[in-house]
């Protein structure tokens, strides 16, 4: 899958950044190499797209006596270990408390990251208005307040505009009030359009025309001496087709709905040893089905708007003694959970009510048995709005797993010889991500946004984002009782299949 969110190539790539180039095509390949290494060795994927933030304020509190505050704005990113990290800062905008700033600060947005800003307000000393805000020194300015968001949260919004009341440092509110702070994101990207180059002989055109082919678009290379021009193209009419990104869709509606089961075969190992892989630590460590369950539910829970997740186990046998490979994980007649707390502690639930059972339908050492139906039911689902994420937990080769994965550009094949539309699997081994630089979330999200647009756009809306006022087409399908059977595992390697469905959010 693409990787540009920007998506300026015509849905070849999914988010903005660099793309998966062909290392033997002419297309600055060692250029973006150089630029994937330096993100990786950031931490970061070069999975990204650029946005502006533009910021307002309203009601600020008036800490000069003879005039009105002379506002800033300080944006800092914070990171893992909860230190702030300074993204810019904008002009001081003199004697205003309802100030609305020209400066924009540039950050940049990755999908399968949880991205906490922190925003600092600051009434700017007079003595201080001729100097460059970037040399202001921030502990000789009064505080007037800070704000905190997720950067996902302001994208999601529609309009991508986010209000957030001004607190004090510590978190708690004064007794008077702080004012608001409005915070508005925009993709920067040079452009939306799609456009190449035609380059075909007058001769290739005519054969064309004779045979009602279309031609192929290329890129011309430049080198040679420069030819006489023996002719003219004109061009009668031209179509200019808008293409739209991910955060487009988002922000006008699109939610994504995460979905979970969890793998209860008896190959797991008894829940009570530290060895089994659903081994719940008094310590609070957390096991690999709870570490995929929590960084992949908090990168997708803010583009659910109810936030209730439908949570499943297989594989288990349930208080009434019946083995089941579709049970409700939280034990009550609803599927559905509240928040990402509220699977981890169905989870628990689970671990305690229902037994380890079988029969596994992936064999040993990662090896499926169940192959042929398991691809099957992946080739009917790739016309679904539904993407699946899997994680291998264990130490076992899970090569076949990959197969399901069609990284290798293969598209899976049924049993009846039906291609999958397009690819909606993503499968990580854990034990590979954690002695690597990137994180499981970053790993196993890392195509959902390609996958979402190439649905949309194949199946669904083309080129254009619909809004929460217009009506969905009738072929977006309701996925409440769809389910995707047989990802199941054998002993000691278990895969922990997620899936995430498209829907439009009601308005």
């Not at 009550?332 to 689970?350: D, Q, R």
Request: charged share 20%; proline share 4%; hydrophobic share 35%.
């Amino acid at each position: 899958m693409g990787a540009c969110f920007s998506d300026v190539r015509g849905g070849k790539q999914a988010v903005g950044g660099t793309s998966q180039q062909n290392p033997n095509s002419n297309n600055n390949a060692a250029l973006n190499d150089a630029v994937d290494f330096f993100f990786r060795s950031h931490g970061q994927q070069a999975l990204f797209t650029q946005v502006e933030l533009s910021l307002s304020a309203s009601n600020l509190l008036d800490r000069d006596i003879t005039s009105k505050s002379d506002p800033m704005v300080v944006l800092y990113a914070k990171k893992r270990d909860g230190k702030l990290e300074e993204v810019g800062r904008t002009e001081v905008i003199l004697n205003n408390l309802n100030p609305i700033w020209i400066e924009k600060i540039t950050t940049a947005y990755q999908f399968e990251m949880v991205q906490p800003l922190v925003f600092h307000i600051y009434d700017v000393d007079t003595s201080y208005h001729n100097k460059p805000v970037k040399s202001l020194k921030l502990k000789d300015q009064q505080f007037l307040g800070e704000a905190n968001c997720v950067l996902s949260e302001i994208v999601t919004r529609q309009n991508r505009t986010l209000t957030i009341q001004l607190q004090n440092r510590n978190g708690r509110g004064m007794l008077r009030k702080l004012g608001t702070l409005t915070v508005h994101a925009e993709e920067t990207i040079a452009s939306k359009t799609a456009v190449d180059k035609l380059q075909k002989s007058v001769a290739e055109l005519e054969s064309l025309h004779r045979e009602k082919n279309g031609a192929n678009f290329i890129i011309p290379s430049r080198h040679g001496r420069e030819k006489v021009l023996k002719g003219q193209l004109f061009v009668d009419q031209f179509l200019e087709k808008e293409q739209y990104s991910f955060l487009d869709y988002i922000s006008s509606g699109f939610e994504l709905n995460f979905m979970v089961a969890v793998d209860f075969t008896a190959s797991n190992g008894n829940p009570h040893n530290p060895n089994s892989l659903h081994y719940i630590d008094p310590s609070g460590r957390l096991n690999s089905y709870q570490q995929a369950i929590m960084e992949v539910g908090q990168v997708i829970q803010f583009y659910d708007s109810d936030r209730r997740f439908p949570a499943w186990g297989f594989g288990g046998k349930t208080p009434s003694g019946t083995i089941s490979h579709c049970f409700n994980l939280n034990g009550s007649a609803s599927f559905e959970v509240e928040g990402v707390e509220g699977i981890m502690a169905a989870y628990a639930t689970a671990l305690r009510n229902v037994s380890l059972s079988g029969p596994t339908l992936f064999g040993q050492d990662g090896v499926i048995t169940d192959m042929q139906e398991t691809k099957d039911a992946l080739v009917k689902a790739s016309d679904l709005p539904l993407s699946i994420l899997i994680v291998g937990v264990g130490g076992a080769d899970f090569k076949q797993m990959e197969i399901l994965d069609a990284d290798n550009g293969c598209r899976l094949q049924s049993s009846t010889g039906r291609v999958a539309t397009r690819d909606i699997v993503q499968f990580v081994p854990m034990r590979e991500v954690n002695s690597g630089q990137i994180s499981v979330v970053q790993a196993l999200l890392e195509e959902l946004p390609g996958q979402f647009l190439t649905y949309f756009r194949h199946w669904l809306l083309a080129s254009y984002p619909v809004t929460s006022e217009q009506n969905m087409p009738g072929c977006l399908l309701d996925l409440e009782d769809v389910w995707i059977p047989n990802f199941h595992s054998g002993s000691g390697d278990k895969e922990d299949p997620s899936s995430t469905r498209y829907d439009k959010k009601q308005s």
